[in-house]
């Protein structure tokens, strides 16, 4: 099945896309962007929530991913790591941004993943920076990993690169692009932002000093 289509239009019913070619936001990795997607929201719409962990189930049958453990990024990879590791009765942990200052001073959490195969999960990928900094973390344990799955990948020349550097596979369920799209058939925005968002789509990291919002 093709969830491509059916969770862009999921993440735009529940008002998870928003798009603001005059109030741009500033992504982790320093990217100036009209648009933005919360993925956070989607716990809090269950029906919703099941097409996206029905999606990584079918992901994981159709790619036919063998893994030991399943890994979410924090803190937006989260809830889906934990609820499809219990769907796939497999274990769950989660890898921190950053080693906590206090105890033991990890970033992984939940369990020991060394001699591990580990199926990561992101909700979101821009640059892949979070998902590459995990891999790392992981693989410093001891663990194998070789697939990521992600909810929403912008599709950007230099996530893809980062992940074929890293020597792992990105899965994806959709991606901006069929947001975008969905979001035109729809009838959500108006011709002149479909004009910004195309633009930014077209070149990202020079869309903001053609628009007068470079720092």
């Not at 590791?85 to 989660?94: A, E, M, R, V, W």
Request: proline content about 4%.
């Amino acid at each position: 099945m093709d969830y491509q289509k059916e969770i862009a239009r999921a993440l735009l019913e529940i008002g998870a896309v928003g798009f603001k070619p005059k109030e741009p936001l500033t992504f982790k990795s320093g990217l100036i962007s009209p648009v933005y997607v919360d993925n956070r929201i989607f716990p809090s719409h269950p029906e919703k929530f099941k097409v996206v962990i029905a999606g990584f189930e079918n992901l994981v049958k159709e790619k036919n991913l063998a893994f030991d453990m399943v890994a979410g990024i924090a803190v937006g990879g989260i809830p889906y790591s934990a609820v499809l590791g219990y769907t796939l009765q497999k274990p769950s942990i989660f890898i921190r941004k950053e080693a906590k200052g206090h105890g033991k001073g990890k970033r992984i959490e939940g369990g020991d993943v060394a001699g591990k195969k580990i199926l990561l999960v992101e909700d979101l990928v821009s640059t892949g920076g979070s998902s590459i900094s995990g891999v790392q973390a992981l693989r410093e344990e001891g663990a194998t990993i070789d697939d990521c799955l992600v909810i929403v990948s912008y599709e950007f020349k230099e996530a893809r690169d980062n992940f074929e550097k890293a020597k792992v596979n990105l899965h994806t369920l959709t991606s901006f692009p069929v947001i975008f799209q969905e979001a035109v058939e729809m009838k959500i925005i108006t011709e002149d932002v479909k004009k910004v968002v195309e633009d930014w789509l077209s070149d990202p990291h020079g869309w903001a000093g053609r628009h007068g919002f470079g720092s």
